[in-house]
């Protein structure tokens, strides 16, 4: 398996533009999770998908950020208009089973720069 | 509430000298601890959870549960070893997600 996949690895994008971060999990894997890593804080989780269901999205940090996960092999994180302030690296990652019991795997992560 | 502390945002230590990576966590039960580590524009992977009681790649780490702690430690660091180590905590029987601390970079100078 390639693992967890995410697009774009990159992307700069101006203040107010739709920004579409997306991810293939790891097939089989019934949990899904996006995270948000900057360097004053860290790693923080935004939301968690179970089946396809979001379980618990209190980390979204406002309603500009959207996530979805239509099957089990494709979830979209969205920021919707984007802000200076996004700027950093996105992780998806995905695991068979809770997270906790079991190893959750990590895409290489979407590095994104808003100007 | 569950958090992780990893009060060392940057640690610096030579070649062959100890390591210890401090974490220390809050959490009302019992919690399961992890530490993570992320290479150099790598993808983060799990490099080991205090249930398995093992040793990976000369790491170890004890669950403290008097001092809440559960430290990362090697007793000879590698060059190898430069990294970005988070440490991470879930809710007993697994939970359903993984809270992770601030992170600290060890630098492992020559």
């Known amino acids: 398996d390639a693992g967890v996949i995410q697009s774009p690895r990159h992307e700069v994008t101006e203040m107010g533009q739709e920004v579409t971060l997306r991810c293939k999990p790891i097939s089989g894997h019934d949990y899904l999770f996006w995270y948000r890593q900057t360097m004053m804080r860290g790693l923080e989780l935004l939301i968690y998908?179970?089946?396809?269901?979001?379980?618990?999205d209190s980390g979204m940090p406002e309603d500009r950020f959207s996530a979805k996960m239509p099957n089990a092999s494709f979830s979209t994180l969205k920021i919707q208009p984007s802000e200076p302030r996004d700027s950093a690296v996105y992780f998806c990652?995905?695991?068979?089973?809770?997270?906790?019991?079991?190893?959750?795997?990590f895409g290489e992560g979407s590095w994104l720069t808003v100007v | 509430a569950q958090r992780v502390t990893q009060p060392e945002k940057l640690l610096s230590v030579f070649k062959g000298a100890p390591v210890e990576l401090k974490c220390n966590y809050s959490?009302?039960?019992?919690?399961?601890l992890f530490w993570y580590v992320q290479y150099s524009r790598q993808r983060l992977q799990l490099l080991l959870r205090?249930?398995s009681r093992e040793s990976i790649k000369g790491f170890t780490a004890d669950l403290n549960k008097g001092e809440t702690s559960f430290h990362l430690k090697k007793p000879f660091a590698q060059e190898e070893d430069s990294a970005m180590y988070y440490c991470a905590l879930s809710g007993p029987g697994g939970g359903n997600k993984l809270t992770f601390g601030t992170g600290t970079q060890l630098k492992v100078e020559l």
């Open positions: 990652a995905s695991s068979f089973g809770a997270a906790g019991g079991n190893t959750i795997y």
């Open positions: 205090h249930i």
């Open positions: 998908f179970n089946n396809n269901v979001p379980i618990d």
């Open positions: 959490y009302s039960g019992s919690p399961e």
